[in-house]
Nanobody, 123 residues
Framework: QGQLVESGGGLAQPGGSLTLSCAAS????????MSWARQAPGQALEWVSG????????YYDDSVKGRFTISRDNAKNMLYLQMNDLKPEDTARYYC????????????????RGQGTQVTVSS
């Protein structure tokens, strides 16, 4: 059974930066496309970014394009999300998720999902 553990969340000021990490285990990480999704209180889960299995292509929701960067290290079974120029509307619980295939990012159907890490952007 796959397991995903997120870390790196916290409190940041508007305009600040945070880097989220996700440690994967229990499945063949290098064969899975991966995504980050977030959920604000009272809101539905929202896809943020995805990356294909070999890291060659990354995709972003328009709300974070140009500010967030997704990356992965298959040798370490790690997924990352570098978040810059944070805004109060980025406040949410962020989840790491494994897609079912290597190169298709559905942004909604996940094979595995972690417990999340809280990001709060406030002055």
């Amino acid at each position: 059974q796959g397991q995903l553990v997120e870390s790196g969340g916290g409190l940041a000021q508007p305009g600040g930066s945070l880097t989220l990490s996700c440690a994967a285990s229990g499945f063949l990480f290098s064969n899975a496309a991966m995504s980050w999704a977030r959920q604000a209180p009272g809101q539905a889960l929202e896809w943020v970014s995805g990356i294909v299995s070999d890291g060659s292509d990354g995709y972003y929701d328009d709300s974070v394009k140009g500010r967030f960067t997704i990356s992965r290290d298959n040798a370490k079974n790690m997924l990352y999300l570098q978040m810059n120029d944070l805004k109060p509307e980025d406040t949410a619980r962020y989840y790491c998720a494994a897609e079912y295939t290597a190169y298709q990012i559905t942004g909604r159907d996940y094979k595995y999902r972690g417990q999340g890490t809280q990001v709060t952007v406030s002055s």
